[in-house]
């Protein structure tokens, strides 16, 4: 392995076994970007706190801005020797500086060191997440302004249930994800970004040293233990999934020859292997089976804390994964979505005959009757009666006489009821919804 940070006290070299079981450089290299920031951070405090000469830290602030444009540019490459990428870190370092770069861990651990990277991480990446599902609800407010006056059969148990506008359908997504960004909003803003934990107990550099953005640790054993924060972005990115999943789900039944609402892009599709007419809705699928996947990574950094005293305990190694995972899933599955659907076709002519259907407008019925003045109880029992028996004698309601009718209800008035077999009419008539 690579040089370490630790070793004083040891005599013997670590098992080959040990040094591979317990390294994490093979995920969290990603940490590199915010690793580097967090140091240029603690160069200068430790030049204020007088631990670095002027040109100590100028050194130093220098060789980690180096480095800090390899990650950048994409020639960053750590060494898969090194135990973590903090340590991979300060070797390139004293590669470029020398025995400067011994001074860089003064009044520093790495349980703070890491706890300050993966915030730094979290805020980047809940920035980039927000703007994802930006992109996102662009995507839904452009096809339901294309599609504003089409509508479409809503469904309760996945049955046709009473007409609505497709710009609530597609409205009502959008409304899930903006309190998804919320969420993860008001998690950024809870993060806070302090220094001078050390390991556990603080460190002797005074709080007059630390800046209104670096703020000095308020409880040092909380901070290098904390990963509160962790599990709710976890816990959000899980709910953004399910979310996702949710979209999945309907547009991969509206999609199906039974249904046939829409017609996917190809370019979002794959075919069958033996099968020369399949196109099937892979992506959809995926974006499915991966709510599950964001589920288990929650219960994973869940489970790994549970348990754990104060303060840092090397369990929590095992959170990045889980993090990094989470992060890239969602932000992979909103782009793939957001492409979906901005090239999502309609397949009017079979959504007006779903439309035809006149179970979705039986309420309308139960109302009419309750605008003649019969109790709202009543009116539902005699609107149950009339559709069973339409049911069972294979006939529309429309295509009933006024004497047919009125077997059913005196109110009933063909020419009156006959208008209410109209989508737009039965949408309308909801006046609670703010449009």
């Known amino acids: 392995m690579a040089k370490k940070f630790w070793g004083g006290r040891f005599t013997k070299k670590t098992n080959p076994l040990v040094e591979e079981f317990t390294k994490s450089i093979r995920y969290d290299y990603k940490l590199a970007d915010y690793d580097i920031s967090g140091s240029i951070i603690h160069v200068e405090i430790l030049k204020k706190a007088g631990y670095l000469t002027t040109l100590e830290a100028a050194r130093l602030k220098n060789g980690l801005i180096a480095i800090h444009k390899n990650v950048k540019d994409g020639t960053f490459r750590p060494d898969k020797n090194s135990e973590d990428i903090h340590t991979d870190i300060q070797n390139k370092l004293a590669d470029k500086v020398g025995d400067a770069a011994l001074k860089l861990h003064t009044a520093r651990s790495r349980n703070e060191q890491v706890a300050f990277s993966t915030k730094l991480y979290c805020i980047d990446m809940i920035g980039k997440i927000r703007d994802e599902i930006e992109v996102m609800d662009a995507s839904f407010e452009k096809l ?4 504003k006056t089409m509508m479409i059969p809503g469904f309760t148990h996945l049955r046709h249930a009473q007409p609505v506008y497709l710009k609530d359908y597609l409205s009502a997504y959008g409304r899930m994800l903006g309190r998804d960004s919320g969420r993860l909003e008001n998690i950024a803003k809870s993060i806070e970004l302090t220094m001078g934990a ?28 904390d990963r509160d924060f962790v599990i709710e972005i976890l816990n959000a990115l899980a709910i953004t999934g399910m979310h996702l999943s ?43 089976g991966y709510a599950g ?34 992060v890239e899933i969602v932000t992979e599955e909103l782009k793939l979505m957001a492409g979906i659907i901005k090239t999502l076709r309609f397949n009017k002519a079979k959504i007006e005959e779903h439309l035809e259907d006149e179970a979705l407008y039986a309420t309308d019925l139960v109302y009419y009757l309750v605008d003649k003045g019969v109790p709202f109880k009543e009116a539902h029992a005699v609107i149950g009666r009339l559709v069973k028996h339409t049911i069972d004698n294979s006939i529309e309601i429309k295509s009933m006489s006024d004497a047919e009718l009125k077997k059913f209800s005196e109110k009933f008035v063909h020419k009156e009821i006959i208008k209410l077999f109209d989508p737009k009419i039965s949408v309308e008539s909801k006046k609670s919804i703010k449009r």
């Open 293 to 326: 996947r964001l589920y288990g990574n929650l219960m994973s950094v869940l489970t790994i804390m549970k348990g754990l005293p104060l303060t840092y305990n090397r369990d929590m190694q095992l959170d990045k994964e889980p993090l990094f995972s989470s």
């Open 198 to 225: 050390g390991a556990l107990a603080g460190t002797p550099i005074a709080s007059k040293f630390y800046s209104k953005y670096i703020r000095p640790t308020a409880n040092s054993l909380d901070s290098v233990s």
């Open 246 to 288: 949710r979209l999945a789900e309907d547009l991969i039944i509206w999609s199906t020859k039974e249904f046939d609402f829409i017609e996917i892009d190809e370019a979002f599709c794959t075919g069958s292997s033996l099968m020369p007419q399949k196109k099937n809705p892979d992506v959809l699928e995926l974006v499915r």
């Open 144 to 147: 339901a302004g294309k599609n």
